[in-house]
């Protein structure tokens, strides 16, 4: 699960991760970012520029924006098996911007979860998986584009906090992940995996 991240690295950072992209100057530095709250993302939608939507999936077909509290995460191990994201994941895929994100650990004999922040040893920012959809409100005629994130089974690190953790996407493989279409997509479903454990750190927040 990834259910709380942060995005404080400069614009300076982000530029030099997705240097083709346009980067909007109201790019604030948030330490937390939590569900239903608007996500920096790039859409696979041809504009290669970086836009805020909800966190929160609502599929296009749902009666109502309810759901989209609940559908922050995606399993990617069953992404094909089910009907709200298999032809997302063909069609509408971003990457979501961050620096780090927190999971919570329960240790024997503390009532309380003890809350972690795991960032990359660089320090510098990345980016999440992700799949998004537009949504339209008929009381309104509103259209709200949201997105969810792509979970995964844990690194060896985060497995010691967690059972699960976020997708991250390498540097080098964010350009495919961001094509139109599903010409590569037995290469795209390869990157659903733990990302390198010795890339990362923990630490106690």
């Given amino acids: 699960m990834c259910g709380l991240f942060a995005l404080s690295a400069k614009t300076k950072s982000v530029e030099k991760l997705l240097p083709k992209v346009k980067i909007p ?18 859409l696979n939608d041809g504009n290669n520029e970086i836009t805020f939507v909800k966190w929160g999936l609502i599929p296009f077909w749902s009666k109502d924006s309810s759901i989209g ?14 009907p709200s994201f298999k032809n997302l994941l063909k069609n509408k895929r971003c990457v979501v911007i961050a620096d780090g994100f ?18 990359m040893k660089s320090n510098e920012p990345f980016v999440f998986a992700g799949l998004w959809d537009a949504w339209i409100d008929k009381s309104t005629g509103e259209s709200i584009t949201t997105a969810t994130i792509i979970t995964t089974e844990p690194n060896e690190l985060i497995a010691e906090i967690h ?9 080098e493989k964010i350009d495919l992940w961001l094509e139109q279409g599903d010409n590569n997509l037995p290469e795209l479903l390869s ?3 733990p990302y390198p454990a010795e890339e990362m750190e923990i630490s106690e927040y």
Avoid at 69 to 82: D, S, V, Y
């Fill in 163 to 171: 059972e699960r953790m976020p997708v991250i996407i390498s540097p």
């Fill in 25 to 42: 100057e109201d790019l604030k530095q948030r330490l937390t970012i939590a569900p239903t709250q608007d996500i920096a993302v790039v």
């Fill in 69 to 82: 509290k609940k559908m922050f995460n995606a399993r990617g191990e069953t992404l094909l098996e089910k």
């Fill in 102 to 119: 927190y999971e919570w650990q329960k240790l024997e004999g503390n009532p309380k979860k003890v809350r972690h922040f795991i960032k």
């Fill in 191 to 193: 990157f659903l995996k």
